[in-house]
């Protein structure tokens, strides 16, 4: 299937938040293989330079591993997904809350909400 | 590398091209946009040798562009073309005995890839199918550069995302691939370069993730909001 891009990220980015996203959920692991940049291209419809970037991007952040003619595979080094995983959850946390700013809404009515919402038990 | 100095071409007077400058490297997927009658297909045309242009020098890898020029091109025209009684498998023996550079065995191979049947008749296949085999035609061809006109018009989203995946597939890091299409948002993940022509003359030609991380949009924006800004000019 081809996907989606949204308008306002360059699309190499998005296609390394995708990935990325993917390890984060566990959908994909370490140590994992991840297909050939050709074959990732042709299953998403794009540009085989595009991925050949976000491929050379995902080495160079430490996320995947290059083993000369066997491929690329995700990273073993728990210490950089667990990296990973706080910087992404420190991205979403800021654009929560410069959402929030932007409508007005401040941090301790927002901390006193979802604190209320847990406490009920609600979904 | 594909060069154009001062393209002019003119019909009757009008200028369907107008002192057009255009360099299309090596590598690249680059689409040709602009509204209808901007002079894409003219454009298009003149690269492929098909028309003789009025003024100026075009030059594809350093060699003047002729007739002959056909020899490195593979251009696939926005008509559906081909003799309607040939099956799939003829039109490949057809481009065989037209194209030195044509592969028999990769036309297969795309062809199977688009899952188009070698042995019906082109009149028989749908017009989406018929879409799929000219394209398994084209790209059957190992050019240097590939010139679509028009690839996704007509089609519906299924045969669009084909073609797409086609092409990915089947061109490596030394071919060009060359398309004018109006399907922008569609065809925007596939391209490197996008060219902008209105009146016949090249307003803008950029590399389009530099559009999305240096104005902030994607292409459709980008382009719309330069033919709005050269219509303000305009008055």
Same mark, same amino acid.
């Given at each position: 299937?081809?996907?989606?891009?949204?308008?306002?990220?360059?699309?190499?980015?998005?296609?390394?938040?995708?990935?990325?996203?993917?390890?984060?959920?566990?959908?994909?692991?370490?140590?994992?293989?991840?297909?050939?940049?050709?074959?990732?291209?042709?299953?998403?419809?794009?540009?085989?330079?595009?991925?050949?970037?976000?491929?050379?991007?995902?080495?160079?952040?430490?996320?995947?591993?290059?083993?000369?003619?066997?491929?690329?595979?995700?990273?073993?080094?728990?210490?950089?997904?667990?990296?990973?995983?706080?910087?992404?959850?420190?991205?979403?946390?800021?654009?929560?809350?410069?959402?929030?700013?932007?409508?007005?809404?401040?941090?301790?009515?927002?901390?006193?909400?979802?604190?209320?919402?847990?406490?009920?038990?609600?979904? | 590398?594909?060069?154009?100095?001062?393209?002019?071409?003119?019909?009757?007077?009008?200028?369907?091209? /107008? !002192?057009?400058?255009?360099? +299309?490297? %090596? @590598?690249?997927?680059?689409?040709?946009?602009?509204?209808?009658?901007? $002079?894409?297909?003219?454009?298009?045309?003149?690269?492929?040798?098909?028309?003789?242009?009025?003024?100026?020098?075009?030059?594809?890898?350093?060699?003047?562009?002729?007739?002959?020029?056909?020899?490195?091109?593979?251009?696939?025209?926005?008509?559906?073309?081909?003799?309607?009684?040939?099956?799939?498998?003829?039109?490949?023996?057809?481009?065989?005995?037209?194209?030195?550079?044509?592969?028999?065995?990769?036309?297969?191979?795309?062809?199977?890839?688009?899952?188009?049947?070698? /042995? !019906?008749?082109?009149?028989? +296949?749908? %017009? @989406?199918?018929?879409?799929?085999?000219?394209?398994?035609?084209?790209? $059957?061809?190992?050019?240097?550069?590939?010139?679509?006109?028009?690839?996704?018009?007509?089609?519906?989203?299924?045969?669009?995302?084909?073609?797409?995946?086609?092409?990915?597939?089947?061109?490596?890091?030394?071919?060009?691939?060359?398309?004018?299409?109006?399907?922008?948002?569609?065809?925007?993940?596939?391209?490197?370069?996008?060219?902008?022509?209105?009146?016949?003359?090249?307003?803008?030609?950029?590399?389009?993730?530099?559009?999305?991380?240096?104005?902030?949009?994607?292409?459709?924006?980008?382009?719309?909001?330069?033919? %709005?800004?050269?219509?303000?000019?305009?008055?």
């Amino acid at each position: 299937m081809s996907i989606d891009f949204s308008a306002d990220k360059p699309i190499y980015q998005q296609l390394i938040d995708r990935i990325t996203g993917e390890i984060i959920k566990g959908h994909v692991k370490p140590g994992d293989k991840l297909p050939s940049v050709r074959e990732y291209a042709v299953e998403v419809g794009v540009n085989a330079n595009t991925m050949q970037r976000v491929y050379r991007e995902l080495e160079t952040m430490g996320i995947t591993e290059t083993k000369r003619g066997q491929g690329t595979f995700v990273t073993e080094d728990h210490v950089r997904l667990e990296q990973l995983r706080d910087e992404m959850k420190e991205g979403l946390v800021q654009s929560f809350l410069s959402n929030i700013e932007s409508l007005g809404f401040t941090k301790k009515e927002i901390i006193d909400h979802i604190q209320k919402r847990g406490l009920g038990g609600e979904q | 590398m594909i060069r154009l100095e001062r393209i002019t071409k003119t019909y009757g007077g009008k200028k369907a091209l /107008n !002192s057009v400058d255009l360099t +299309l490297d %090596k @590598g690249k997927m680059i689409g040709l946009v602009g509204e209808n009658g901007s $002079g894409k297909t003219t454009l298009m045309k003149v690269i492929a040798g098909l028309i003789t242009p009025s003024g100026g020098k075009a030059e594809v890898d350093g060699i003047p562009v002729t007739r002959k020029i056909a020899s490195k091109i593979a251009f696939m025209p926005d008509i559906d073309l081909f003799y309607p009684y040939f099956t799939v498998d003829e039109l490949f023996r057809f481009y065989e005995s037209q194209y030195e550079d044509f592969n028999y065995d990769k036309a297969n191979i795309v062809a199977q890839f688009l899952n188009v049947d070698r /042995n !019906s008749q082109l009149k028989k +296949l749908s %017009k @989406g199918n018929r879409g799929r085999a000219k394209m398994a035609a084209t790209f $059957g061809r190992e050019a240097d550069y590939y010139l679509l006109d028009e690839p996704f018009s007509g089609f519906d989203p299924m045969v669009r995302s084909d073609i797409i995946k086609g092409m990915i597939q089947f061109t490596d890091p030394s071919q060009t691939v060359f398309l004018s299409t109006h399907e922008i948002r569609e065809a925007e993940p596939l391209l490197d370069e996008i060219v902008l022509l209105s009146g016949g003359q090249i307003v803008a030609h950029k590399e389009l993730e530099a559009i999305r991380e240096q104005d902030g949009m994607d292409a459709v924006a980008w382009m719309t909001k330069i033919i %709005k800004e050269g219509e303000s000019v305009g008055k």
